[in-house]
């Protein structure tokens, strides 16, 4: 993006590393909506707003500006067209927080820095001295606290007093030596440098740079920051013992059987069915009625918004009915988790199984997503380290875990033919999941990456907090998967208008009856599986079935591809070649396992 | 001795990290040569979580075992052993 001057509008571009309260300042200013944290892929898409005479950028969260992977790279690019930065700075990790800082105020773009999260430095017995820290890094500084709104109106008063920071002797003197050379901008030279940027005649100097940026901010710290003793704090130690496989593990099956309950149970049940009710018997029928006497029903277009897979009338029963109650208890959970600091330590606990299967602890977040939604999950793998843990991921997603929606049907179903099937159930996608991940791990050219990240102090969620991130993430899910689950709906419809539903499904017969040992209309509840998981699950709910095809039919249905939006999802995040082959080798992998049982066990 | 070696409570300095992109980010979280930790806890074959003052950071079992570290002898009281009132 170009540098827009128009109207004499300044470009403020805020920048901070992950969870810092960014976003809570940037709806301050700007009053519009935007995500509050850097939940994975929710923030990727840089949000703008106005603020008085500032056009205002907010940046996905960084540990620091170059370009290890694409919200890096997005953020460099803002911050170099930059008039001015507002850095927020998280108060309670001072010593991670401003390497961000010090390599903004090196890039000699002026800036004001705000420190957040005043309330829990001063919970934390936290001392900073303010005085100190302005006066060694020659901007201004503002404490607030974000989420109480507190003091943000002094925050946006130093605005105008935006000045360039002081840079570090190494860097001063490396930028004087190559000034010269080129006609280039500070933050150009220094991230040349940096080896993030390349520019003829510029040597790459990152680590020497690096390291000395580091021993900066680490003396820096030392003479501003003052830890109180805080001794045997409670969450300290709750926090030490959740590291522990002996109480970790335990903990860990009873978070996953609260979210079960909660999700799986209580959203994906009670709430699901109230409200598809009401969906079902009041809104379908009304909007047919309203809109029927417009549009002829039996007419395309007609079919396209107000018929079975209507886009009117299914894809929004789906929408409100089903995804949204779902999306909501389960970000709902998501964002107590990750308020708590809980994540971290599960990601450090499993990291170990993680690695047989070609991925490392920070999986667990899209695993654990996959749960509630296998489309959201998808979207939530570009938070892992190489396209290569992506694509396991993803492929892993969409063979082995069965989306909330679906859960719900299969438990109801196996559980009725008794306990033994449950666990076999659970037994096979355990032991699918682990096969397929250990091969994809042979065979795919390379290593899972390293695990190494932050573990933060436990504490104890505020409900303000995690109710507006909760509804702040699933609107944005919403609006970003809606549009995916029309398209899958239109994609349904033509294929039943032009006969190519009931094609495909005399084609797949004979292998869903000899192969399978099924009856054929399972290879009807095989189709309405792809446009919605439950669908699939729920057509076996009226054959009669054996105890064993009902095994046969739950495992083939889980494996089998995952629902319509999770395939455009799929597409759009690893392309048309890799989506076609995730969906091909799954349903594979689903006609191949399923028919093994088959034969083995009817 | 590598990072993976030290036992919980063990305090020592770092010396090599790997090179690569992983260096930039152990860098930029606070890690590098010379910097001094305290080991807190080892997970079964699985990540090494260390203390840097009053960060913890989960360090992955190979990454940790590429990381060679110096022991700091416990005899000797040190100053700045223990984050004390100035950190």
Redesign the interface.
């Known amino acids: 993006m170009g540098k827009d001057q128009v109207d004499g509008l300044k470009r403020l571009v805020l920048v901070g590393n992950p969870n810092v309260g960014k976003s809570v300042v940037f709806n301050y200013l700007t009053g519009s909506y935007v995500d509050v944290s850097n939940f994975p892929g929710t923030t990727v898409d840089v949000s703008q707003g106005k603020y008085k005479n500032y056009i205002v950028l907010d940046t996905p969260g960084i540990y620091g500006v170059s370009s290890f992977n694409d919200e890096e790279k997005v953020a460099r690019d803002v911050i170099l067209d930059a008039d001015l930065l507002l850095n927020v700075v998280d108060g309670v990790h001072l010593e991670r927080d401003l390497f961000l800082t010090l390599q903004l105020a090196d890039m000699g773009i002026p800036m004001v820095v705000a420190i957040n999260m005043m309330d829990e430095v001063k919970r934390q017995g936290i001392e900073i001295d303010f005085k100190a820290l302005e006066k060694y890094l020659g901007v201004p500084i503002v404490p607030i606290c974000a989420t109480e709104q507190k003091d943000l109106e002094k925050l946006v008063a130093a605005l105008p007093q935006a000045t360039v920071g002081k840079k570090g002797k190494e860097v001063d003197n490396l930028l004087k030596e190559y000034a010269s050379l080129n006609n280039l901008t500070e933050a150009q030279i220094l991230l040349a440098l940096e080896g993030d940027l390349s520019f003829e005649g510029i040597p790459e100097k990152r680590e020497e740079l690096y390291f000395d940026r580091r021993k900066r901010v680490d003396d820096l710290c030392k003479k501003v920051v003052r830890y109180q003793k805080t001794g045997t704090h409670f969450s300290e130690h709750l926090g030490d013992l959740l590291l522990k496989p002996a109480l970790g593990i335990p903990v860990l099956f009873l978070v996953l059987f609260l979210a079960y309950k909660l999700i799986g149970v209580f959203a994906a049940g009670t709430v699901v069915d109230f409200l598809e009710g009401i969906m079902t018997t009041y809104y379908e029928p009304w909007i047919r009625n309203t809109l029927g006497a417009v549009i002829p029903l039996d007419s395309i277009i007609g079919q396209l918004l107000l018929g079975e897979f209507g886009i009117l009338t299914m894809t929004v029963t789906y929408i409100f009915g089903l995804l949204l109650p779902l999306v909501i208890a389960f970000y709902l959970l998501l964002s107590i988790l990750e308020d708590s600091g809980y994540l971290p330590r599960v990601a450090a606990l499993l990291d170990r199984s993680f690695n047989k299967v070609g991925l490392n602890g920070r999986a667990v977040i899209p695993m654990v997503l996959g749960f509630g939604c296998v489309t959201m999950a998808s979207i939530s793998t570009r938070i892992l380290g190489s396209d290569r843990e992506r694509l396991i991921a993803i492929i892993l997603l969409s063979l082995t875990i069965p989306c909330s929606a679906q859960m719900g049907v299969i438990t109801a179903m196996l559980s009725s033919l008794g306990f033994g099937y449950f666990l076999a159930y659970v037994v096979i996608m355990i032991a699918i999941f682990v096969i397929a991940g250990t091969l994809l791990n042979k065979i795919l050219p390379g290593q899972p990456t390293d695990l190494l990240i932050d573990i933060p102090p436990m504490r104890l969620p505020l409900a303000k907090n995690v109710l507006q991130k909760t509804w702040n993430k699933s609107v944005h899910f919403i609006t970003e998967a809606g549009p995916l689950f029309a398209i899958g709906a239109l994609l349904i419809t033509v294929l039943q208008m032009t006969g190519a539903l009931d094609v495909i499904q005399t084609a797949a017969a004979p292998l869903v009856v000899n192969w399978m040992k099924l009856p054929k209309e399972a290879s009807t509840a095989f189709m309405m599986g792809i446009i919605r998981r439950d669908f699939g699950a729920a057509g076996f709910f009226n054959m009669t079935l054996t105890k064993e095809q009902t095994l046969v039919a739950m495992t083939t249905l889980t494996l089998f591809v995952p629902c319509i939006a999770s395939i455009v999802v799929i597409i759009k995040e690893r392309g048309f070649k890799q989506g076609l082959a995730v969906f091909l080798s799954c349903m594979l992998a689903a006609f191949l396992v399923g028919g093994t049982m088959a034969q083995i066990l009817i | 001795m590598t990072l993976n070696q030290l036992s919980p409570g063990q305090r020592a300095s770092l010396e090599e990290l790997p090179q690569g ?10 890690l ?2 010379g ?1 001094e930790i305290t080991c ?2 080892k ?5 090494v ?1 260390i203390r ?12 940790a075992d590429q990381i060679t570290v110096k022991e700091i002898d416990e005899g000797v009281p040190k100053r700045g052993k223990r ?5």
Request: net charge positive; hydrophobic share 45%; glycine share 8%.
């Open positions: 992109l992983i260096r930039s980010q152990a860098v930029r979280l606070g590098m040569p910097t807190v806890q997970l079964p074959k699985g990540p979580i840097k003052n009053y960060q913890q950071i989960a360090v992955g079992a190979a990454l984050p004390s009132r100035w950190a």
